[in-house]
């Protein structure tokens, strides 16, 4: 036999004028080249682990990220007002059956258009679009005020009017508040001294307790109203509502008045216990600077939406909504209103 292998015929060995077949003396393929070609391409089944612990990392990096900078709904003042709601139970209902029956209704004419040569009407003037904040990040429900001027027609029927209304001599008004939550209201009247005092607390209502419940309307003045004369100007009232007691206008408003102890009984005489009460001081005076202080410094993170029947939404009303959507728990809405009259 040669080195490339020996003479293959059909039936042993032959002259060599057959044909001839070198086979190799090794024709077994490497191990490797085996394992490679069992193996096939790399693909998605061959992944080594590194890179897919490697990928998933990945994944959850690019997705702590997007929820980070994913942008919060942003609300109107009076959406968040009504954020504040509890909810509604749902109602229950049945299942609707789909409609067996047919409709009879005669189909529409095709309808040729016509070149309109009519000038276009213009367009109504947008107004601006109202101030937007997202729900607090905290999970509280935010604060809000809800105000509204009432008109007193014949019989004193109240109706709804803008806040920047002019009145003139004759009219009578009242205004109605109402706040999202529990909380203490505070209302000053600014007369013609510049000084302020309060109309709310009063002493007509509940002895001067000024603590309100939640989405109850409360009107003001109470048991009364605001009538205008002759004298042309300007009534302005400022409206704080918070959470907890306001201290600085706690102190101007109310005096804490401590009755003094009765003089020295006998032995045998029970001695009478320490009381302590809150009065309102009716003639109390708070001075403008006060006022502007606290305006600037509760006023700031409001949002404010004044609101007509023109407005989206299915509530028609006029009103103004002031609300503070940081969800603090010692949070204040404060409000200005003024009333002109010619």
């Known amino acids: 036999m040669g080195l490339w292998g020996r003479w293959l015929t059909s039936g042993g060995l032959e002259p060599a004028t057959r044909t001839r077949y070198p086979v190799p003396l090794n024709p077994l393929p490497p191990v490797i080249s085996l394992l490679q070609e069992e193996a096939g391409p790399p693909g998605p089944d061959n992944l080594s682990m590194p890179f897919i612990q490697g990928f998933l990392l990945s994944c959850c990096t690019a997705g702590l990220i997007f929820a980070q900078t994913a942008p919060h709904k942003q609300l109107t003042a009076r959406e968040l007002f009504y954020a504040a709601a509890p909810a509604p139970a749902p109602a229950k209902t049945g299942a609707a059956r789909p409609s067996t029956r047919r ?21 109504p003037t947008q107004p601006p679009a109202p101030a937007t904040a997202p729900m607090p990040a905290s999970g509280a429900p935010p604060l809000g005020l809800r105000y509204t001027v009432l008109k007193l027609a014949a019989g004193d029927t109240p109706t709804e009017v803008p806040n920047d ?34 109309m709310f607390p009063s002493a007509e209502i509940e002895d001067g307790n000024n603590r309100i419940e939640g989405w109850r309307p409360y009107t003001m003045p109470p048991k009364s109203r605001l009538a205008f004369d002759s004298t042309v100007g300007t009534e ?27 003089a020295a009984a006998p032995a045998s005489t029970p001695e009478a216990p320490f009381q302590s009460s809150k009065e309102l001081i009716l003639a109390v005076n708070i001075s403008n600077t006060a006022v502007d202080r606290m305006r600037a410094v509760y006023a700031r ?24 959507p940081t969800g603090s728990a010692d949070s204040r809405v404060v409000a200005d209103l003024h009333l002109v009259h010619q």
Do not use: C
């Not at 409709?103 to 367009?123: G, H, M």
């Not at 206008?249 to 005096?255: A, D, H, P, Q, R």
């Not at 993170?301 to 002031?322: C, F, Q, R, S």
């Open 165 to 198: 209304t002019v009145f003139h001599a004759g009219d009578r008004i009242r205004f109605s508040d109402e706040s999202n939550a529990p909380g203490y209201l505070y209302i000053v009247n600014q007369g013609s001294s510049g000084n302020w005092k309060p």
């Open 236 to 262: 302005n009232l400022f409206i704080v509502f918070s959470l907890q007691p306001e201290t600085d206008l706690e102190n101007m408003i109310y005096s804490l008045q401590g009755k003094k102890k009765a």
């Open 103 to 123: 409709s009879t209704t005669p189909a529409k004419p095709v309808e040729i258009a016509r070149a309109d040569s009519r000038p276009p009407a213009p367009r």
């Open 301 to 324: 993170d409001l949002i404010i939406e004044k609101v007509d029947p023109n407005t989206p939404g299915d509530k028609k009303e006029t009103a103004v909504y002031v609300v503070n």
